[in-house]
C-alpha cells in the first residue's frame, strides 16, 4: 500500500514537556504490556491499544481515521487532554495491512495520549535543536513508540532484519531501538517483559 509519507522527514521537535528517561519509558512501555497481555512474541497490538483499549482506559477515546484534506501533510495528530486521536485514513488502512511505517506513525500518536495526558501546551514552549531530547515531546514519543513496538528484552538477540520482520517496524526504527537497548544493556539496566 503506498503511503502519501511528503514532507515526514522534516524534524519536529515539538514541545517542551517535563523530563523524562528511556528507562521511565521503557518501564511506561512494560505497564502497557501488561495491561494488554502482550508476551513480545509478535507484533504489538496497536490498533488494539487506540481502538480497544484506550476507550475503557479514559472513559470517552475519540480514535477518528479522517482524509488526507484534513490533515495535510500530517499524518496524525493527538491530543491528549481531549482523548481524540486522528489518523490520515491511508495510514490507518496502511496499518491495517501490517505496513511498518504505518504501525509506528498510530504508535507514536499513541505514545504521545499515554505520555503528555494532563501537559497544557497552550502554556508550553515549542521546542528547537537546542533543547535536551528528553525534554522533546516528540523525542518522547519516539522513544516510548519504539518501546512499545519493540519489547527491549525480545530485541536484544536479534539481527535489524528479524526485528522487522517480527514486529513490523522499519529498519530506521529497529536499528534505533536495537541501539538504545544496547546502551540500556551497558548501563546495567535489565530489559523488560
Not at 484534513?70 to 481524540?84: A, D, I, Q, R
Not at 511498518?100 to 495520549?113: D, K
Not at 514486529?167 to 523488560?192: D, I, L, W
Request: glycine letters at 6%; a positive charge.
Amino acid at each position: 500500500m503506498k503511503i502519501n509519507s511528503q514532507n515526514w522527514d522534516q524534524h519536529d521537535y515539538g514541545y517542551e514537556v517535563p523530563a523524562c528517561s528511556r528507562r521511565e519509558l521503557l518501564e511506561i512501555a512494560n505497564s502497557v504490556y501488561k495491561a494488554v497481555g502482550y508476551k513480545g512474541e509478535g507484533p504489538f497490538p496497536i490498533l488494539h491499544l487506540v481502538e480497544k483499549v484506550f476507550p475503557v482506559v479514559y472513559g470517552k477515546y475519540d480514535f477518528m481515521v479522517v482524509s488526507g484534506k484534513e490533515l495535510g501533510n500530517k499524518m496524525g495528530e493527538t491530543f491528549p487532554n481531549e482523548h481524540v486521536m486522528k489518523i490520515r485514513e491511508d495510514i490507518y488502512d496502511a496499518a491495517c495491512a501490517g505496513n511498518a511505517f504505518a504501525r509506528s506513525t498510530i504508535g507514536h500518536e499513541a505514545s504521545h495520549q499515554i505520555k503528555h495526558e494532563g501537559i497544557q501546551l497552550v502554556f508550553a514552549r515549542k521546542a528547537n535543536r537546542d533543547l535536551p531530547a528528553y525534554k522533546s515531546s516528540e523525542w518522547q514519543a519516539n522513544a516510548l513508540s519504539g518501546a512499545l513496538l519493540m519489547p527491549c528484552s525480545k530485541i536484544s538477540s536479534l539481527s535489524i532484519d528479524e526485528i522487522c520482520d517480527r514486529y513490523k517496524v522499519t529498519r530506521s526504527a529497529a536499528k534505533t531501538q536495537k541501539n538504545a537497548v544496547k546502551n540500556e544493556m551497558r548501563y546495567g539496566v535489565v530489559p523488560f517483559l
